[in-house]
């Protein structure tokens, strides 16, 4: 909590981590839409998952601009599949999971969203504490997706990472 003229204020501390191969038609975009966040994330852990392309360069720029951007570099499966994303992302949350943080984003490398997309998820967590998680809408190639229709049981983060469950925010 924050004190802000007299009042509390929330002080919304999340963390990200984006799982990325190959994404370098769309990963700049991504990340001008992470840093443009009216609440930024206290660290952002994006796995390059043996990307061959432009995109840790990509990464490398924005990380050397804004501190809490880290590459990570991972080793991952010739071919690009659901185990080598969801370890590469099980990486990442190693690398955050001793900050403090009250919320995790898994974040796709080819989406865009608006400005405040992560304040109002917080603020719907803030609002209902029986809210586990959630998923948003964001633009991925042009097109609306609907990750997460409905709110789910509420998942630990054990649970969250120790599997190859997880949601895209």
């Known amino acids: 909590m924050k004190i802000l003229s007299g009042c509390f204020m929330n002080e919304f501390l999340y963390v990200l981590i984006t799982a990325t191969k190959n994404e370098e038609a769309y ?36 990380a050397a601009q804004y501190e809490f951007i ?38 796709d490398a080819d989406v865009s969203f608006s400005p405040t997309y992560y304040e109002s998820i917080m603020q719907k967590f803030e609002q209902n504490p029986r809210l586990g998680i959630a998923g948003g809408i964001g633009t991925r190639l042009g097109c609306v997706v609907k990750d997460l229709p409905k709110p789910m049981a509420r998942v630990s983060q054990a649970d969250l990472f120790s599997s190859t469950f997880y949601i895209t925010l």
Do not use: C
Not at 74 to 87: E, H, T, V, W, Y
């Open 27 to 62: 990963i700049e975009k991504m990340i001008q839409s992470a840093i443009a966040q009216t609440i930024l994330p206290k660290k952002w852990v994006i796995v390059s998952d043996g990307s061959k392309d432009r995109t840790e360069e990509i990464v490398n720029q924005y």
């Open 70 to 107: 880290d590459l990570l570099r991972a080793d991952a499966d010739p071919q690009r599949n659901f185990g080598s994303k969801a370890r590469a992302i099980a990486a990442g949350y190693e690398r955050v999971k001793s900050i403090y943080h009250d919320y995790v984003g898994i974040l």
